[in-house]
């Protein structure tokens, strides 16, 4: 099926610092869905968007779903060690599942 | 306390057996699902079950089999005609497929290597 993409594929931030990771796809998603996995854990899930240009927040992370719902985006304030992982975007439902490719975050303390 | 199980955490086989993986839920779920992850890279989906007795291939099936018998039960099967098994295996389950998507609850996951 198709996959959607994301980018960038790594990410090294000093701690402290910003990091945002986007997530696009060559059709309209009905929904997208975020996903954070620990080193050696599995994927846990983070939140999910639906209406377009749909933004919501948790503590330092704010996710957006594009106007088109075509992409999406994750954004982390202020990264801590903590963050550390990769982070997925999904969409699924009636459409083919569908992970991203990820996106691998690590913090330099 | 409701959640995924998969047993081993780790799995050795030597090459040309066949290896079947456990998974098991107890979130009442109807949709089920198993997804391979190699070293970096993201997740794949190799088969999934929206209902009991019925499943469907996803993305990289071939050289696995699995089976829904059971609402709770989604065992996969790593046959020997899979030409690279050695990965992390993950297994989840979701309310639904169907309408508007549900969240995925993973399981640990299964690391097998095949030597």
């Known amino acids: 099926g198709q996959q959607v993409m994301q980018i960038p594929q790594y990410q090294h931030v000093q701690e402290g610092e910003d990091f945002t990771t986007y997530c696009n796809s060559s059709?309209?998603?009905?929904?997208i869905q975020w996903y954070k996995q620990r080193p050696g854990g599995h994927p846990v899930f983070l939140i999910q968007?639906?209406?377009?240009?749909e933004v919501k927040k948790q503590k330092r992370l704010t996710f957006q779903f594009g106007e088109a719902k075509k992409n999406s985006s994750l954004h982390i304030t202020a990264t801590q060690t903590t963050d550390v992982g990769t982070y997925f975007c999904?969409?699924?439902?009636?459409?083919?599942?569908?992970f991203g490719t990820g996106t691998k975050l690590q913090v330099i303390p | 306390d409701g959640g995924i199980t998969q047993s081993p955490k780790y799995l050795f086989r030597k090459e040309g057996q066949n290896v079947t993986l456990s998974c098991e839920q107890n979130?009442?779920?109807?949709?089920m699902y198993w997804y391979r992850q190699d070293p970096g890279q993201g997740l794949r989906l190799i088969y999934y079950?929206?209902?009991?007795?019925?499943?469907q291939k996803g993305d990289i099936a071939e050289g696995y089999s699995v089976s829904r018998e059971k609402k709770e039960s989604f065992p996969l099967t790593v046959t020997s005609a899979q030409k690279n098994p050695t990965a992390f295996y993950l297994c989840?389950?979701?309310?639904?497929?169907?309408?508007?998507?549900?969240?995925?609850?993973f399981g640990p996951g299964t690391r097998l290597t095949v030597t």
């Open positions: 968007l639906v209406k377009s240009g």
């Open positions: 989840a389950s979701s309310e639904s497929l169907a309408g508007a998507s549900y969240e995925q609850y």
């Open positions: 979130l009442n779920h109807d949709a």
């Open positions: 059709t309209t998603l009905s929904n």
């Open positions: 999904y969409s699924g439902g009636y459409q083919k599942v569908t």
């Open positions: 079950s929206q209902i009991v007795n019925d499943f």
